[in-house]
């Protein structure tokens, strides 16, 4: 990771939260592809809120990064989307979903929005 792609994450993370949040820098194992019988070690960043949610981005190639959320490793949650090709969009949206996801669950809506 470079230090700007750190300066993007953490200036979008800090925004969120309105507040400095520590963010780590980890290795991350991932299938690049589908089909990929063996994982690929990519750095990332961990960060996590004081609600509990754990994040990672990962960076899987020259400028192309994965994300996720979670509260439990079986409850994860993804962007949807599989790639980014800029990591501003990649952190933005996953903080955005996270904020959704959390929203819908303080209603206690199910996914498809129903009470």
Same mark, same amino acid.
């Given at each position: 990771?470079?230090?700007?792609?750190?300066?993007?994450?953490?200036?979008?993370?800090?925004?969120?939260?309105? @507040?400095?949040?520590?963010?780590?820098?980890?290795?991350? %194992?991932?299938?690049?592809? +589908?089909? $990929?019988?063996?994982? =690929? &070690?990519?750095?990332?960043?961990?960060?996590?809120?004081?609600?509990?949610?754990?994040?990672?981005?990962?960076?899987?190639?020259?400028?192309?990064?994965?994300?996720?959320?979670?509260? @439990?490793?079986?409850?994860?949650?993804?962007?949807?989307? %599989?790639?980014?090709?800029? +990591?501003? $969009?990649?952190?933005? =949206? &996953?903080?955005?979903?996270?904020?959704?996801?959390?929203?819908?669950?303080?209603?206690?809506?199910?996914?498809?929005?129903?009470?």
């Amino acid at each position: 990771m470079t230090d700007t792609e750190r300066w993007v994450v953490r200036q979008a993370v800090n925004e969120r939260y309105g @507040r400095e949040v520590e963010i780590q820098d980890v290795e991350t %194992e991932i299938r690049l592809h +589908i089909d $990929d019988r063996e994982l =690929t &070690l990519c750095p990332g960043f961990y960060w996590t809120d004081e609600r509990g949610c754990h994040f990672v981005l990962s960076k899987t190639g020259d400028t192309r990064y994965r994300c996720m959320f979670f509260w @439990r490793i079986r409850d994860r949650f993804a962007t949807g989307r %599989e790639e980014y090709d800029d +990591i501003g $969009d990649c952190v933005t =949206t &996953l903080l955005k979903m996270q904020a959704d996801e959390e929203a819908r669950r303080l209603t206690g809506e199910d996914a498809s929005g129903n009470a």
